[in-house]
Structures are given as structure tokens and as C-alpha cells.
């Protein structure tokens, strides 16, 4: 069965570094794109960006494009989203989730608490 | 960039119909996706291309398209299906999926 797994919980000082991990299995990783998106407590989902795991291309939200970098792995099927010069309102769960044919997110993971906190 | 306007909240009594809506620009051109979300979990699909369900979502969820609104219903709300209730489509112009801000399904 299809599954994405996510690293867990982080703890972050603003101004620190945080890399995600989502490790996907029970189908080919090359062929759907994975999309991270965002939630900040209480608040609605917020896209952050995709990479196709073929060819490592990716795109990127414009708020967030001077401090994210997604990358791959294909030997482990893998995908990181690191976020850079954390801020307080970077706060959030994220989650990566599997993109089908330019419509829905049909598997997603269970999500990365990050806190950034001082 | 697109936009998706959804209603923060819905409240229903057990076992009555719980509709929620989902408005854009030109939404009837697109396709619809919908996304339950309970407390403390991640998002599930349940309904994709404006009314199809995946499997193992009970046929109490449906999805429908008209003009500049797409609605999710729920017949014979239970108390189980209290969740943030969201829609998303994908922008074609900006190459990226649109989320709307959610609405919360209480069960009365």
C-alpha cells in the first residue's frame, strides 16, 4: 500500500535551519510529483512547493522561495524540504503528499511538527 | 494568484445534511478536489474530480459542480464527521495547487 513517512518533531532556534523528510513507498517514486504544504496552528493549508522526483526539478511558493530547497533521493525514495532563517511564524505541521495527474493529493504523510522557538 | 473562498463553519444536527461550498473565479472550469481533516491528523481525500469518491469513503460523501460554486454533502451527518472540511484546485497558471481556507463541520 502507498505510504509517505515523515521524520518527526523538531525544536528550532529563529535564525536555525530545519530539513524534512518524506519516505514513500508502495508505488514507483519517479512517477508522481510530491507537494509539501503547511499548517500553522489553527489556521488552512498553505502550498509551499512541489519537485518532481524524476528529474529533481521543483517549484517553489514566491513567500518562501529565498529560503526553501526540496531535493531527492532515489535510492531510498526519499524526499527533504529544508526551510532556512527560521522565523517564530514558521510554526506549523508539514506535510508532503503525493500529487496525482495535476488534480488531487491522494496520500499524504502524517505530518513534521516543527516549533521555532527561543 | 487563485483564490478559493469556503465558509469557516457549518453546524448540523445528527443525521440531517451538511452542505459546504467552495467559490472561485471561474471555478466551473476546473476540476474540485475535497479534503477531510480531523484534530490532530492529516488531511484525507474524499471526493476528487469534482464527485468522484476513492475507495473506502462511505457514499454518504458526494460532490457536485454548478456555475461558480462546487459543494461537498454530507447525508446522514454522524458525529464522527466533525472536521475541517477543504477544497483545492489546481491553477494551471501558476502551475500549483489552491487550497481554500476551510470550513469546520460542527455536529449539533
Known amino acids: 500500500q502507498v505510504q509517505l513517512v515523515q521524520s518527526g518533531a523538531e525544536v528550532k532556534k529563529p535564525g536555525a535551519s530545519v530539513k524534512v523528510s518524506c519516505k514513500v513507498s508502495?508505488?514507483?517514486?519517479?512517477?508522481?510529483?510530491i507537494q509539501w504544504v503547511r499548517q500553522a496552528p489553527g489556521q488552512g493549508l498553505e502550498w509551499m512547493g512541489w519537485?518532481?522526483?524524476?528529474?529533481?526539478?521543483?517549484k517553489y511558493t514566491q513567500t518562501l522561495q529565498d529560503r526553501i530547497t526540496m531535493t531527492r533521493d532515489t535510492s531510498t525514495s526519499t524526499v527533504y524540504m529544508e526551510l532556512s532563517s527560521l522565523r517564530s511564524d514558521d510554526t506549523a505541521i508539514y506535510y508532503c503528499?503525493?500529487?496525482?495527474?495535476?488534480?488531487?493529493?491522494?496520500?499524504w504523510g502524517q505530518g513534521s511538527l516543527v516549533t521555532v522557538s527561543s | 494568484s487563485y483564490v478559493l473562498t469556503q465558509p469557516p463553519s457549518v453546524s448540523v444536527a445528527p443525521g440531517k445534511t451538511a452542505n459546504f461550498t467552495c467559490g472561485g473565479n471561474?471555478?466551473?472550469?476546473?476540476?474540485v478536489h475535497w479534503y477531510q481533516q480531523k484534530p490532530g491528523q492529516a488531511p484525507v481525500l474524499v471526493i476528487y474530480?469534482?464527485?468522484d469518491r476513492p475507495s473506502g469513503i462511505p457514499e454518504r460523501f458526494s460532490g457536485s459542480h454548478s456555475g461558480n460554486t462546487a459543494t461537498l454533502t454530507i447525508s446522514r451527518v454522524e458525529a464522527g464527521d466533525e472536521a475541517d472540511y477543504h477544497c483545492?484546485?489546481?491553477?494551471?497558471?501558476?502551475?500549483?495547487?489552491?487550497f481554500g481556507g476551510g470550513t469546520k463541520l460542527t455536529v449539533l
Open positions: 474530480y469534482d464527485s
Open positions: 503528499a503525493r500529487l496525482y495527474s495535476y488534480g488531487p493529493l491522494d496520500y
Open positions: 471561474n471555478i466551473g472550469s476546473k476540476k
Open positions: 519537485i518532481n522526483p524524476q528529474s529533481g526539478g521543483t
Open positions: 483545492q484546485v489546481w491553477d494551471r497558471s501558476s502551475d500549483h495547487p489552491v
Open positions: 508502495g508505488y514507483t517514486f519517479t512517477h508522481y510529483y
